[in-house]
């Protein structure tokens, strides 16, 4: 069995940027190196599961984004890190072009793209986290049966004043200034696991 942990893209690894797909304008954000390279370090799996509408209005192709992601890596391994394997969804089901246009299981916060990953992965739910910017994205860890990190990056701080501001309890299972303290957080469970 492996510990996995399943990363949101944009806003948590990267800086957002609307729609993108150039390397030139990938900019990693500070600590989430560092972060990835703490969990790899730990043992974990990183996996990356990303929602790519871009792809499904026609703005880029597939193989734009997978140089990105090729990019990415290699940016990430200057410095210890890196990630073992990106899952993608292509789908948007309002705004798709021809077969883009559908509504799909892999769009998060679905769970196609955590299904997929099981399907290379022996996957340890006990051990396993999802850490991203966004409520769908700590709901789709929820529905997969892992915890949801929510990082303040990109969309996360507003995510969590819009909840506080509506009264609500807590959506996500922690909250993290950056993936290294998201990293350390998880590392600090370490073998109890989470459950």
């Given at each position: 069995?492996?510990?996995?942990?399943?990363?949101?893209?944009?806003?948590?690894?990267?800086?957002?940027?609307?729609?993108?797909?150039?390397?030139?304008?990938?900019?990693?954000?500070?600590?989430?190196?560092?972060?990835?390279?703490?969990?790899?370090?730990?043992?974990?799996?990183?996996?990356?599961?990303?929602?790519?509408?871009?792809?499904?209005?026609?703005?880029?192709?597939?193989?734009q984004m997978?140089?990105?992601?090729?990019?990415?890596?290699?940016?990430?391994?200057?410095?210890?890190?890196?990630?073992?394997?990106?899952?993608?969804?292509?789908?948007?089901?309002?705004?798709?072009?021809?077969?883009?246009?559908?509504?799909?299981?892999?769009?998060?916060?679905?769970?196609?793209?955590?299904?997929?990953?099981?399907?290379?992965?022996?996957?340890?739910?006990?051990?396993?986290?999802?850490?991203?910017?966004?409520?769908?994205?700590?709901?789709?860890?929820?529905?997969?049966?892992?915890?949801?990190?929510?990082?303040?990056?990109?969309?996360?701080?507003?995510?969590k004043k819009k909840s506080?501001?509506?009264?609500?309890?807590?959506?996500?299972?922690?909250?993290?200034?950056?993936?290294?303290?998201?990293?350390?957080?998880?590392?600090?469970?370490?073998?109890?696991?989470?459950?």
């Amino acid at each position: 069995m492996e510990k996995v942990i399943f990363l949101d893209r944009d806003g948590t690894i990267n800086e957002e940027v609307s729609y993108l797909h150039r390397p030139e304008d990938l900019v990693v954000l500070p600590g989430a190196a560092e972060g990835i390279a703490l969990l790899k370090q730990a043992g974990f799996r990183v996996v990356v599961v990303t929602n790519q509408a871009g792809i499904a209005r026609g703005y880029y192709a597939p193989d734009q984004m997978h140089r990105l992601h090729e990019y990415l890596n290699s940016k990430l391994l200057e410095r210890g890190a890196w990630i073992d394997r990106f899952y993608y969804c292509p789908h948007h089901p309002v705004h798709g072009i021809g077969a883009y246009k559908k509504v799909c299981r892999c769009r998060k916060p679905d769970i196609g793209m955590f299904e997929a990953a099981a399907l290379q992965y022996a996957i340890d739910k006990s051990c396993s986290y999802m850490i991203g910017d966004k409520r769908i994205d700590v709901e789709a860890g929820h529905r997969f049966g892992i915890p949801g990190i929510l990082v303040s990056t990109g969309y996360g701080a507003g995510e969590k004043k819009k909840s506080m501001d509506l009264g609500e309890e807590p959506f996500y299972d922690f909250y993290a200034e950056t993936l290294v303290d998201a990293a350390e957080y998880i590392i600090r469970k370490g073998t109890e696991g989470h459950e």
